[in-house]
């Protein structure tokens, strides 16, 4: 398996993860904010992760001229904050997320493996294709951690 | 963004010169989050670093500290160098949750898992250095290449990484990347 696949295959397998965790719960359960002190919830997370693909992939990989996600006006909580219990919340975000991740998986497909040594900012971790893709997986198994948590207090449900 | 847990100029995990190259850009993420983890246990005693402070889980930054330098030894030692009879250590009477059952609030257990954390962090280095990421190794009848591994181990500390974020948190309400 070259880099390039063995990235993307960690980047779907933690996709999953997320689904799994977010898997079964109700819009109230899913706006918890179930570790307090903590802002964080899974809906918000779940927000915040179609944000994020939305940027590197979608607005830093292809270049498309849209706004952000979730963030207007630069209020990066936002994302967090608006993530109410209301069911049309929670489709919204899911929907988002997912064509979030075909959109992103089309760029992805695009690419071949000597791509990734494209270079646009030398100055920055991320400012290579590389470097981009890596900060994504890396970015979504910290996350996946902080859903461990969130998922185990609301219902008890552990695992990978 | 802003949420960062030091200040600009303080931060150890900051470089001068970006990695370039597969093996330079996840290593680099490697020593990334391992720092953010030992960082993320900075300056608490030996209560707060036991305590399991995001109940139901039975999670505690010591927990996790023992856990990390079973996972550091176990795909290093056991797996990279082929050492498949060594045990892992914190599995005192089977228990494979050892390392989280086993972290008590005691000065002793607590420099013990630095120890054992720093020791083999500094061994997986030296081996990383000198493998070869095409290398195929061979674990519970699959073959797997070294890069997979490496991917993994900082898969791995990332979602620990995120672990922490929430066990800090609750313990001292200290928050950041």
């Known amino acids: 398996m070259n880099e390039l696949e063995n990235l993307r295959r960690w980047l779907d397998d933690l996709r999953a993860t997320v689904e799994r965790k977010a898997d079964g719960l109700t819009a109230e359960q899913l706006a918890a904010r179930s570790t307090p002190p903590s802002s964080l919830s899974i809906l918000g997370l779940v927000r915040h992760l179609a944000q994020m693909e939305h940027y590197w992939f979608v607005l830093t990989l292809s270049r498309a001229d849209e706004p952000q996600l979730y963030v207007a006006d630069g209020d990066w909580d936002a994302q967090f904050r608006d993530a109410v219990a209301d069911q049309a919340v929670v489709d919204e975000a899911f929907e988002t997320w997912r064509a979030v991740r075909v959109r992103a998986d089309a760029v992805l497909d695009r690419l071949e493996p000597g791509d990734l040594e494209f270079v646009w900012d030398a100055d920055d971790r991320t400012g290579s294709v590389r470097g981009a893709l890596t900060q994504v997986l890396y970015e979504y198994a910290r996350h996946a951690g902080h859903l461990d948590l969130l998922r185990e207090a609301i219902d008890g449900q552990t695992g990978e | ?177």
């Open chain 2, 1 to 177: 963004m802003s949420d960062m847990w030091l200040p600009p100029g303080e931060d150890p995990r900051e470089i001068t010169e970006q990695p370039r190259g597969e093996r330079a850009v996840v290593e680099g993420y490697l020593r990334h989050y391992r720092q953010t983890f030992e960082l993320k246990l900075a300056g608490l005693d030996a209560e707060q670093l036991a305590r399991r402070s995001v109940p139901p889980s039975t999670m505690s930054l010591l927990g996790l500290l023992r856990h990390l330098a079973s996972v550091e030894m176990s795909w290093n030692r056991r797996v990279l160098q082929d050492r498949m009879e060594l045990e892992r250590p914190y599995r005192e009477g089977g228990d494979r949750d050892g390392a989280f059952n086993g972290a008590v609030a005691t000065e002793e257990c607590v420099a013990e898992a630095w120890e054992s954390w720093r020791r083999e962090v500094a061994e997986a280095e030296v081996w990383l250095d000198g493998d070869d990421y095409d290398r195929v190794v061979r674990l519970d009848g699959d073959e797997i290449e070294v890069r997979d591994i490496v991917v993994h181990l900082v898969e791995e500390y990332a979602r620990h990484c995120g672990h922490a974020d929430l066990l800090r948190e609750c313990i001292d309400g200290r928050t950041g990347q």
